[in-house]
């Protein structure tokens, strides 16, 4: 072990050192982290955030990493990858610790008589990952319904309550993405008894099957652009230069969704964004508008 292995030893027995990423991705990609924590406790992750710091080691903090392409020679710092799942209801709220799944929280919400987030079954991910970026789907945002939450300042570990306007929410964007800052946990605002379980169950079974119609199958990260506009989605336009089904090396662009990229099994992060790339010139070509990537690419050496 060099001296800041051990350093790291002594002070969080847990930590994995050469951790493979693929591991921790819904891409199933990615070489090793040099240091990766799965953190069950909120003071491990403050613990973990000040020593990062006075090591100068670059940190991120993932969930269920179902919007990431981490690089191939994997990443040379800390991955915290938050596991507290707790979730606690109020009168018209729910309060849901960073590392919750939203499919739990949906969940959890119907057995208490919740309506709100239903719109959002098939969601993949954590509560972190979604207020991180502003995840939704079906006309639900984060930004929609997200009341406040707690935050880890990037330097000092310190804690802070912030409201949703500090997120400066934006169509998959959050003010987080240029200034990384940790989410513990996040309240959003549901309502007591508008939906019938019958009315919940009809709403998320539709959902359901329209995700099962049009979305493949497979290691993917979800859609890996955003949608420059809602008349002209990523999906649409890299059907029209006809890219779906293209494949480089062991990626394809699935032949059922234009947004979907997937890993056939032992894709590299290379053959993603050599594909990625292809996508971009053909639909700049063609139509002028440039895809900007929804999934976050994580380098090598931190953000
Ligand atoms: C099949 C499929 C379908 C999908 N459908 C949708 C959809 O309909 N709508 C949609 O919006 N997305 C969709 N996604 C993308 C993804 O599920 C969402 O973006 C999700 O919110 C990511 O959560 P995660 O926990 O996996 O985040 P991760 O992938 O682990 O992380 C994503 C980003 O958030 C950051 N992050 C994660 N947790 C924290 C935290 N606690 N504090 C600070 N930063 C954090 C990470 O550093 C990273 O930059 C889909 C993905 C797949 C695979």
Known sequence: M???????????????????LKKHCTFGIGGAADFFYPATKNKEIKDLIRFANKYKVPFITIGK???????DHGFRGLVINIKIEKITFHKDSVEAEAGAS?????????KHGFNGLEKWVGLPGTVG??????????GLEVKDCLIKSTLLEAFT???????????RYKYRHSILKEEPETILS???????????????????????????????????????????????PAGYLIDQVHL?????????????????????????????LSLAQLAKEKVKERFGLVLEEEVRIIPEQGL
Do not use: W
Not at 2 to 20: D, G, H, M, R, V
Not at 65 to 71: D, M
Not at 102 to 110: Q, T
Not at 194 to 220: A, H, T, V, Y
């Open 2 to 20: 060099n001296n800041l292995q051990l350093e790291f030893k002594a002070s969080f027995p847990k930590i994995i050192f050469n951790e493979p």
């Open 65 to 71: 990493g179902s919007n990431i392409l981490f690089h």
């Open 102 to 110: 939203i499919a739990k929280l949906i969940f959890e919400s119907i």
């Open 129 to 138: 990952g979604a207020v991180f970026g502003n995840a939704g789907c079906n």
């Open 157 to 167: 570990g310190k804690e802070k309550k912030v409201d949703n306007k500090y997120f």
């Open 186 to 232: 996040a309240t959003f605002r549901l309502q007591k008894n508008k939906l019938n379980p019958e009315e919940q169950r009809k709403i998320m079974e539709e959902i359901q099957k329209f995700r099962l119609d049009q979305q493949p199958k497979g290691s993917s990260s979800g859609s890996f652009f955003k949608n420059p506009s809602k008349d002209q």
């Open 244 to 272: 779906k089904g293209q494949q480089i090396g062991q990626a394809k662009i699935s032949e059922k969704h234009g947004n979907f990229f997937l890993n056939l099994g032992g894709a590299t992060a290379q053959d993603i």
